[in-house]
T-cell receptor, first 113, second 110 residues
Framework: NAGVTQTPKFQVLKTGQSMTLQCAQD?????MYWYRQDPGMGLRLIYY???????DKGEVPNGYNVSRLNKREFSLRLESAAPSQTSVYFC????????????FGDGTRLSIL | RKEVEQDPGPFNVPEGATVAFNCTYS??????FFWYRQDCRKEPKLLMS???SGNEDGRFTAQLNRASQYISLLIRDSKLSDSATYLC???????????FGAGTQVVVTP
């Protein structure tokens, strides 16, 4: 039972490089999310997708783009990486009904030099 | 002001003791509440949902006080394996978007 799978687990980039973080879930959830977590701060929502075909900005969307490829997959792209984007990135999914929790992938640790 | 605030700790707890801590939230329209657990450098995992009447799950008890806008978590008979960061999570809209606290660190010592 895989749940939410993120790739890669670790990545080091140079400033200005681009990359895409992949996320897939096998729980048939409608909603998917991308968060970043920085030391001393709670998880902050970057983008979310309430259902297949829709995406919306979260709290910290600048510098990122997303694609909801299908119901299973939700990718996060950094077009021109900056050191401020050094963080741990988590993907999550859930049913969007009340009281349903989110299930998280095990994260991508991204360093921008 | 942060939407969800937690005492960062650490709360240093002897094995077998009880520890309790709170979380406050600012949005009075918040609909659902959760406690997640996060181990060092791992993903957050749901510990328990928090219901209006309060609820228990084994050694863990969660309470909600809507009037004062806080939730609490109590851990009884602490185990070494309870050492973790506990994240307070509040659902603020109808479809699923969550607000996370920065977490309370609990360290259980032998």
């Amino acid at each position: 039972n895989a749940g939410v799978t993120q790739t890669p687990k670790f990545q080091v980039l140079k400033t200005g490089q681009s990359m895409t973080l992949q996320c897939a879930q096998d729980m048939n959830h409608n909603s998917m999310y991308w968060y970043r977590q920085d030391p001393g701060m709670g998880l902050r929502l970057i983008y979310y997708s309430a259902s297949e075909g829709t995406t919306d900005k979260g709290e910290v969307p600048n510098g990122y783009n997303v694609s909801r490829l299908n119901k299973r997959e939700f990718s996060l792209r950094l077009e021109s990486a900056a050191p401020s984007q050094t963080s741990v990135y988590f993907c999550a999914s859930s049913e969007a009904t009340s009281n349903q929790p989110q299930h998280f992938g095990d994260g991508t640790r991204l360093s921008i030099l | 002001r942060k939407e969800v605030e937690q005492d960062p700790g650490p709360f240093n707890v002897p094995e077998g003791a009880t520890v309790a801590f709170n979380c406050t939230y600012s949005n009075s329209a918040s609909q659902s509440f959760f406690w997640y657990r996060q181990d060092c450098r791992k993903e957050p995992k749901l510990l328990m949902s928090v219901y209006s009447s309060g609820n228990e799950d084994g050694r863990f008890t969660a309470q909600l006080n809507r009037a004062s806008q806080y939730i609490s978590l109590l851990i009884r008979d602490s185990k070494l394996s309870d050492s973790a960061t506990y994240l307070c999570v509040v659902k603020t809209d109808s479809w699923g978007k969550l607000q996370f606290g920065a977490g309370t660190q609990v360290v259980v010592t032998p």
